[in-house]
């Protein structure tokens, strides 16, 4: 047994034990109302809790299985995961410091990509399992604190976290990596680090009004940090700049039935160099910018929890020094699409990464644009414990004219112990 299907086999094992102890003793640390796998700790929990301190251990798994190729006959299967623990600190309870917080948290990924490991995915520019990546190592993800000032208006932030966690933020519910998360950081990733990893950084938010604010920050770009065996480094030495983005967020509430909106439009740029794409001898710096909207479009029966909500993502390159140009996913989501399933949710996703036009001079094979897509169906089978089956279909692996096209399925689970 490979190491991949080793963690998925005792991931299962483990949910399938922790699931055969919520049937036969009905035991507390198993409900399947409380939002904990191992429950509230005899109410010990909730009572940290209330005195500032909350504790987090979550663990995201990922299947992914290639059913179809139209140039490739192999059928792979792999598995990756993440464990991630955390711990934050409402340090007005505990310390009297007013509004302020703080926060760390460790990750350890496991496992391997079928986008790395398939013949039908060589070259695949986004991923079918978005949790593999970055090192499989363990990691010092967020350290930082928080304070705000001005009458909660005006946000400081500082410590190692990473730009998406502020920054053209989205939501990771699905498996394909062009449609979860920060889309920045999947293009420009090699200075632009999403989670796992951490840099130091300061962000500043100001509130301009209830629901619109404007934010700036500063990240330390540093290559060490990507090293396997730099997962907590917190030296600045290897740094060689900074990533400077800055944004404007609007959360709305729209209609009689407050619909909730969230858009971003924002811009970033690096203070390092990056080597030209046209003239490898010269340097430039990397800029670009992003689009961000998300709307509740419905109610379900009046109910805000339920209802088809729909998003765009665009981000925009310079084609000096980015091989991606331009990106954009699109798709909608249906929470409680069923009145016996209140809290289950289906969604559909289309994006499209478009390779720089002035790669194809230096490339061998003509490159243009990749498309991927996914389907998936989330069942909510617990409070702690959500599986969302999926189909993704990739057309153009790696962007080229002639390359595949591939159906793969997958299952995505997420739990909070």
């Keep these: 047994m490979n190491k991949s299907k080793d963690h998925f086999f005792w991931a299962t094992s483990l949910l399938s034990l922790c699931c055969t102890f919520q049937t036969v003793h009905a035991a507390e640390a198993f409900d399947v109302e409380s939002p904990w796998m191992f429950g509230d700790w005899n109410g010990k929990r909730t009572e940290l809790q209330q005195k500032g301190y909350d504790f987090s251990f979550g663990y995201t798994g990922e299947l992914a299985n290639l059913l179809d190729a139209s140039h490739h006959s192999s059928h792979g299967t792999e598995y990756a995961d993440q464990f991630a623990i955390g711990a934050h600190v409402d340090l007005d309870k505990v310390l009297g410091w007013k509004d302020t917080e703080a926060q760390i948290t460790i990750t350890e990924r496991n496992g391997r990509a079928l986008s790395q ?207 991606v140009d331009n990106m954009q996913n699109i798709g909608l989501v249906y929470k409680g699409p069923f009145d016996a399933r209140p809290k289950d949710d289906i969604a559909i996703g289309f994006s499209r990464i478009s390779i720089n036009d002035d790669v194809n001079n230096i490339e061998t094979r003509q490159q243009n644009e990749e498309y991927n897509t996914e389907i998936y169906y989330g069942v909510h089978a617990t409070n702690w414990l959500t599986v969302r089956p999926n189909i993704q279909y990739i057309r153009h692996v790696g962007a080229y004219k002639n390359g595949d096209n591939a159906w793969v399925g997958g299952i995505k689970l997420q739990t909070a112990f």
């Design 117 to 323: 490991t398939s013949d039908a995915l060589a070259g695949h520019l986004s991923s079918s399992q978005e949790v593999w990546g970055r090192g499989q190592t363990w990691r010092l993800t967020d350290f930082w604190i928080k304070k705000k000032f001005l009458d909660q208006k005006l946000d400081v932030k500082i410590g190692r976290f990473g730009e998406g966690e502020d920054f053209n933020s989205f939501d990771c519910d699905f498996q394909n990596l062009a449609l979860c998360g920060s889309q920045v950081g999947n293009w420009v990733g090699d200075q632009w680090y999403n989670w796992p990893v951490s840099q130091w950084a300061t962000r500043v938010k100001y509130n301009l009004q209830p629901d619109l604010y404007a934010q700036v920050g500063v990240y330390e770009y540093n290559p060490e940090n990507l090293e396997r065996g730099k997962g907590f480094n917190l030296s600045t030495d290897g740094s060689k700049g900074a990533i400077i983005p800055a944004e404007i967020v609007w959360q709305p509430r729209l209609s009689p039935a407050q619909l909730s909106g969230e858009y971003r439009l924002g811009y970033y740029y690096s203070t390092a160099d990056a080597k030209s794409i046209k003239n490898p001898k010269e340097t430039d710096h990397k800029q670009g910018a992003w689009v961000v909207a998300k709307q509740q479009l419905t109610a379900h029966n009046g109910d805000a929890n339920r209802g088809l909500t729909g998003f765009i993502n665009l981000t925009f390159h310079d084609s000096d020094t980015n091989k």
